[in-house]
Protein backbone atom coordinates (compact mmCIF):
# COMPACT_ATOMS: atom_id res chain seq x y z
CA UNK A 1 0.00 0.00 0.00
CA UNK A 2 1.50 3.39 -1.03
CA UNK A 3 1.55 6.24 1.33
CA UNK A 4 1.42 10.08 0.64
CA UNK A 5 4.27 12.05 2.07
CA UNK A 6 4.16 15.88 2.75
CA UNK A 7 6.76 17.89 1.87
CA UNK A 8 7.96 20.03 4.46
CA UNK A 9 7.00 23.17 2.81
CA UNK A 10 3.73 21.94 2.34
CA UNK A 11 2.98 20.85 5.64
CA UNK A 12 3.97 24.26 7.02
CA UNK A 13 1.79 26.26 4.60
CA UNK A 14 -1.44 23.88 5.90
CA UNK A 15 -0.62 24.85 9.26
CA UNK A 16 -0.55 28.30 8.85
CA UNK A 17 -3.87 28.28 6.28
CA UNK A 18 -6.12 28.06 9.63
CA UNK A 19 -4.21 30.87 10.94
CA UNK A 20 -4.28 32.78 7.80
CA UNK A 21 -7.87 32.70 7.36
CA UNK A 22 -8.57 33.68 10.99
CA UNK A 23 -6.78 36.98 10.00
CA UNK A 24 -8.69 37.51 7.19
CA UNK A 25 -11.85 37.07 8.90
CA UNK A 26 -10.67 39.17 11.70
CA UNK A 27 -9.51 42.21 9.14
CA UNK A 28 -13.02 41.97 7.48
CA UNK A 29 -14.40 42.71 11.48
CA UNK A 30 -15.54 46.59 11.27
CA UNK A 31 -13.60 48.82 13.68
CA UNK A 32 -16.34 49.39 16.12
CA UNK A 33 -17.31 45.45 16.15
CA UNK A 34 -13.83 44.34 16.87
CA UNK A 35 -13.50 47.16 19.62
CA UNK A 36 -16.81 46.16 21.42
CA UNK A 37 -15.92 42.19 21.03
CA UNK A 38 -12.47 43.29 22.88
CA UNK A 39 -14.54 45.22 25.32
CA UNK A 40 -11.24 47.65 25.00
CA UNK A 41 -10.62 50.94 23.23
CA UNK A 42 -6.79 51.22 23.33
CA UNK A 43 -5.89 55.57 22.75
CA UNK A 44 -2.28 56.72 21.75
CA UNK A 45 -1.07 59.21 24.33
CA UNK A 46 2.24 60.76 24.29
CA UNK A 47 4.73 59.43 26.82
CA UNK A 48 5.26 62.96 28.38
CA UNK A 49 2.15 65.05 29.84
CA UNK A 50 1.41 68.36 28.01
CA UNK A 51 -0.96 70.26 30.58
CA UNK A 52 -3.66 71.07 29.99
CA UNK A 53 -4.21 68.23 26.94
CA UNK A 54 -3.33 65.59 29.51
CA UNK A 55 -1.54 65.84 32.91
CA UNK A 56 -1.47 63.42 35.89
CA UNK A 57 -3.27 64.65 39.03
CA UNK A 58 -2.09 64.53 42.41
CA UNK A 59 -3.61 61.00 42.70
CA UNK A 60 -2.01 59.79 39.71
CA UNK A 61 -5.30 60.21 37.82
CA UNK A 62 -5.36 61.40 33.90
CA UNK A 63 -6.55 65.26 33.22
CA UNK A 64 -7.41 67.29 30.99
CA UNK A 65 -9.10 67.61 27.42
CA UNK A 66 -7.64 64.57 25.65
CA UNK A 67 -8.53 62.50 28.39
CA UNK A 68 -11.89 63.86 28.88
CA UNK A 69 -12.61 62.96 25.10
CA UNK A 70 -11.47 59.59 25.45
CA UNK A 71 -13.24 58.64 28.37
CA UNK A 72 -16.33 60.10 27.17
CA UNK A 73 -15.25 57.64 23.32
CA UNK A 74 -15.19 55.38 25.00
CA UNK A 75 -18.25 55.25 27.31
CA UNK A 76 -20.27 55.72 24.23
CA UNK A 77 -19.05 53.16 22.92
CA UNK A 78 -19.78 50.58 25.86
CA UNK A 79 -16.15 49.46 26.37
CA UNK A 80 -13.09 49.86 29.05
CA UNK A 81 -10.25 52.73 28.48
CA UNK A 82 -6.71 51.92 27.57
CA UNK A 83 -3.53 54.25 27.07
CA UNK A 84 -0.93 53.53 25.21
CA UNK A 85 1.81 55.54 26.34
CA UNK A 86 4.65 53.77 24.53
CA UNK A 87 5.06 56.81 21.85
CA UNK A 88 8.09 59.35 22.85
CA UNK A 89 7.59 61.07 20.57
CA UNK A 90 4.30 63.42 18.12
CA UNK A 91 5.27 61.56 15.41
CA UNK A 92 5.89 57.68 17.00
CA UNK A 93 1.97 58.39 18.18
CA UNK A 94 1.19 58.44 14.91
CA UNK A 95 2.95 54.98 14.31
CA UNK A 96 0.87 53.42 17.35
CA UNK A 97 -2.16 54.26 15.38
CA UNK A 98 -0.76 53.19 11.87
CA UNK A 99 0.67 49.71 13.05
CA UNK A 100 -2.55 48.77 14.81
CA UNK A 101 -1.03 48.63 18.32
CA UNK A 102 -3.88 51.66 19.33
CA UNK A 103 -7.38 51.99 18.13
CA UNK A 104 -7.12 55.39 17.85
CA UNK A 105 -5.19 58.68 18.75
CA UNK A 106 -6.16 61.59 21.33
CA UNK A 107 -3.19 63.58 22.21
CA UNK A 108 -2.60 67.21 20.88
CA UNK A 109 -2.26 65.74 17.22
CA UNK A 110 -1.79 68.49 14.42
CA UNK A 111 -3.56 66.60 11.16
CA UNK A 112 -0.79 67.23 8.95
CA UNK A 113 -0.71 66.37 5.59
CA UNK A 114 2.31 64.14 5.87
CA UNK A 115 0.76 62.41 8.56
CA UNK A 116 -2.50 62.17 7.09
CA UNK A 117 -0.37 59.64 4.72
CA UNK A 118 0.03 57.03 7.47
CA UNK A 119 -3.66 57.20 9.74
CA UNK A 120 -7.12 59.04 8.82
CA UNK A 121 -7.89 61.89 10.76
CA UNK A 122 -11.18 63.16 12.47
CA UNK A 123 -12.77 66.55 12.01
CA UNK A 124 -10.68 69.21 13.79
CA UNK A 125 -11.68 69.70 17.68
CA UNK A 126 -9.49 72.51 18.82
CA UNK A 127 -7.05 74.85 16.70
CA UNK A 128 -4.56 76.35 18.62
CA UNK A 129 -2.35 79.10 18.11
CA UNK A 130 1.06 79.00 17.02
CA UNK A 131 3.78 81.73 19.08
CA UNK A 132 7.33 82.37 18.79
CA UNK A 133 9.32 82.66 22.40
CA UNK A 134 11.81 85.68 21.74
CA UNK A 135 14.54 86.07 23.29
CA UNK A 136 14.73 90.09 23.83
CA UNK A 137 18.16 90.75 23.43
CA UNK A 138 19.13 88.34 21.16
CA UNK A 139 16.45 90.06 18.99
CA UNK A 140 17.78 93.17 19.51
CA UNK A 141 21.39 92.15 18.48
CA UNK A 142 19.56 91.49 15.18
CA UNK A 143 18.02 94.50 15.08
CA UNK A 144 21.15 95.84 14.96
CA UNK A 145 22.97 94.41 12.52
CA UNK A 146 19.79 94.77 9.79
CA UNK A 147 20.39 97.29 7.13
CA UNK A 148 18.73 100.35 8.56
CA UNK A 149 16.65 100.51 5.65
CA UNK A 150 14.87 97.19 6.56
CA UNK A 151 14.22 98.90 10.58
CA UNK A 152 10.49 98.46 10.44
CA UNK A 153 10.50 95.01 8.99
CA UNK A 154 8.55 92.78 11.26
CA UNK A 155 9.45 90.10 13.37
CA UNK A 156 8.85 87.62 11.70
CA UNK A 157 10.95 88.93 8.83
CA UNK A 158 13.47 89.56 10.89
CA UNK A 159 13.76 86.05 11.74
CA UNK A 160 13.64 85.05 8.37
CA UNK A 161 17.60 85.06 8.74
CA UNK A 162 20.28 83.12 8.72
CA UNK A 163 21.78 84.75 11.46
CA UNK A 164 18.50 83.84 13.78
CA UNK A 165 18.97 80.55 15.43
CA UNK A 166 15.34 79.03 15.99
CA UNK A 167 14.68 76.25 18.57
CA UNK A 168 11.89 72.79 17.34
CA UNK A 169 10.94 70.03 19.12
CA UNK A 170 11.63 67.55 17.28
CA UNK A 171 9.47 64.88 15.90
CA UNK A 172 6.48 67.59 16.03
CA UNK A 173 4.38 69.66 13.41
CA UNK A 174 6.85 72.44 14.20
CA UNK A 175 9.91 71.13 12.44
CA UNK A 176 7.91 71.59 9.02
CA UNK A 177 5.59 74.66 10.12
CA UNK A 178 9.30 76.12 11.26
CA UNK A 179 11.23 75.20 7.55
CA UNK A 180 7.58 76.50 5.85
CA UNK A 181 7.62 80.16 7.27
CA UNK A 182 11.72 80.64 8.48
CA UNK A 183 13.12 78.74 5.51
CA UNK A 184 16.82 81.43 5.91
CA UNK A 185 16.51 80.90 9.72
CA UNK A 186 18.65 78.10 11.34
CA UNK A 187 16.69 75.33 12.80
CA UNK A 188 17.68 73.35 16.04
CA UNK A 189 15.69 70.84 17.07
CA UNK A 190 15.28 69.44 20.65
CA UNK A 191 14.00 66.84 22.54
CA UNK A 192 12.32 68.30 25.37
CA UNK A 193 10.84 71.75 25.63
CA UNK A 194 12.50 72.22 28.75
CA UNK A 195 15.95 71.75 27.04
CA UNK A 196 14.64 74.32 24.33
CA UNK A 197 13.13 76.73 27.06
CA UNK A 198 16.79 76.75 28.58
CA UNK A 199 18.41 77.64 25.35
CA UNK A 200 16.35 80.47 24.79
CA UNK A 201 16.48 81.99 27.70
CA UNK A 202 20.61 81.54 27.83
CA UNK A 203 20.78 82.96 24.52
CA UNK A 204 21.97 80.24 22.73
CA UNK A 205 18.69 80.81 20.15
CA UNK A 206 16.85 83.86 19.16
CA UNK A 207 13.75 82.16 19.38
CA UNK A 208 11.82 78.99 19.99
CA UNK A 209 8.54 78.57 17.93
CA UNK A 210 5.68 76.23 19.43
CA UNK A 211 2.00 75.86 20.36
CA UNK A 212 -0.02 78.73 23.03
CA UNK A 213 -0.37 75.66 25.39
CA UNK A 214 3.41 75.25 26.04
CA UNK A 215 4.19 78.62 25.83
CA UNK A 216 0.73 78.93 28.22
CA UNK A 217 2.34 77.12 30.77
CA UNK A 218 5.61 79.04 30.42
CA UNK A 219 3.37 82.40 31.87
CA UNK A 220 2.14 80.45 34.69
CA UNK A 221 5.27 78.85 36.08
CA UNK A 222 7.60 81.93 35.57
CA UNK A 223 5.29 85.04 35.56
CA UNK A 224 8.58 87.07 35.59
CA UNK A 225 10.04 85.82 32.58
CA UNK A 226 8.58 87.96 30.34
CA UNK A 227 11.23 90.90 31.34
CA UNK A 228 14.11 88.50 29.01
CA UNK A 229 12.08 86.36 26.68
CA UNK A 230 9.13 87.87 24.43
CA UNK A 231 6.00 86.10 23.43
CA UNK A 232 4.46 86.80 19.83
CA UNK A 233 1.55 85.39 18.44
CA UNK A 234 2.14 84.21 14.78
CA UNK A 235 -0.76 85.61 13.24
CA UNK A 236 -2.64 83.88 10.50
CA UNK A 237 -1.47 80.18 11.67
CA UNK A 238 -3.42 77.91 13.36
CA UNK A 239 -2.30 74.50 13.96
CA UNK A 240 -5.89 72.27 13.94
CA UNK A 241 -5.76 69.34 16.55
CA UNK A 242 -7.70 65.94 15.62
CA UNK A 243 -8.15 62.59 16.38
CA UNK A 244 -5.92 59.50 14.64
CA UNK A 245 -7.38 56.52 13.41
CA UNK A 246 -6.15 53.92 11.62
CA UNK A 247 -6.66 54.32 7.84
CA UNK A 248 -8.64 50.66 7.13
CA UNK A 249 -11.10 51.78 10.24
CA UNK A 250 -13.63 53.99 7.89
CA UNK A 251 -16.64 52.81 9.81
CA UNK A 252 -14.55 54.38 13.52
CA UNK A 253 -13.19 57.65 12.02
CA UNK A 254 -17.32 58.33 10.48
CA UNK A 255 -18.39 57.39 14.44
CA UNK A 256 -15.74 59.92 15.67
CA UNK A 257 -16.35 62.51 13.20
CA UNK A 258 -20.26 62.54 13.83
CA UNK A 259 -19.59 62.27 18.00
CA UNK A 260 -17.54 65.49 17.68
CA UNK A 261 -20.66 67.03 15.54
CA UNK A 262 -22.87 66.14 18.64
CA UNK A 263 -20.28 67.12 21.40
CA UNK A 264 -19.97 70.47 20.01
CA UNK A 265 -23.90 70.94 19.55
CA UNK A 266 -24.35 69.55 23.03
CA UNK A 267 -21.69 72.04 24.42
CA UNK A 268 -20.04 69.45 25.88
CA UNK A 269 -16.93 69.76 23.95
CA UNK A 270 -16.92 73.82 24.57
CA UNK A 271 -17.29 73.16 28.60
CA UNK A 272 -14.01 70.73 28.58
CA UNK A 273 -12.22 73.44 26.73
CA UNK A 274 -13.58 76.19 28.70
CA UNK A 275 -12.29 73.82 31.93
CA UNK A 276 -9.03 73.32 30.76
CA UNK A 277 -7.98 75.49 27.82
CA UNK A 278 -9.33 78.97 27.56
CA UNK A 279 -8.68 79.92 30.82
CA UNK A 280 -7.60 83.86 31.59
CA UNK A 281 -4.31 82.95 33.55
CA UNK A 282 -3.15 80.33 30.51
CA UNK A 283 -4.09 82.29 27.43
CA UNK A 284 -0.66 83.86 25.99
CA UNK A 285 0.07 87.46 24.94
CA UNK A 286 1.26 89.50 21.83
CA UNK A 287 3.74 91.10 23.44
Do not use: C
Not at 79 to 88: D, E, G
Not at 126 to 132: G, I, T, W, Y
Amino acid sequence: MSRFVFSRPLLFFLLLLPLLAAAAQAADVPAIERIRQKGVLTVALFAEDVPPFFYADADGKLRGIDPGLAGDIADKLGVRLVFNRAATTFDDVIGEVAAGRADIAVSLLSDTLDRAVQVGFSRSYVSVRQFLLINRLELGKLIADTDRRNAAASVPMLLDDPKARIGVIGGTSYVGFLAEDFPRAVAVEFDTWDRMLAAVKAGELTALMYDEIEIGNWRLADPAGALELRSFHLAGHLDTIAIAVNRRDRDLQDWIDLYLTKIEASGFLAALLDTYLYTADRMPTHD
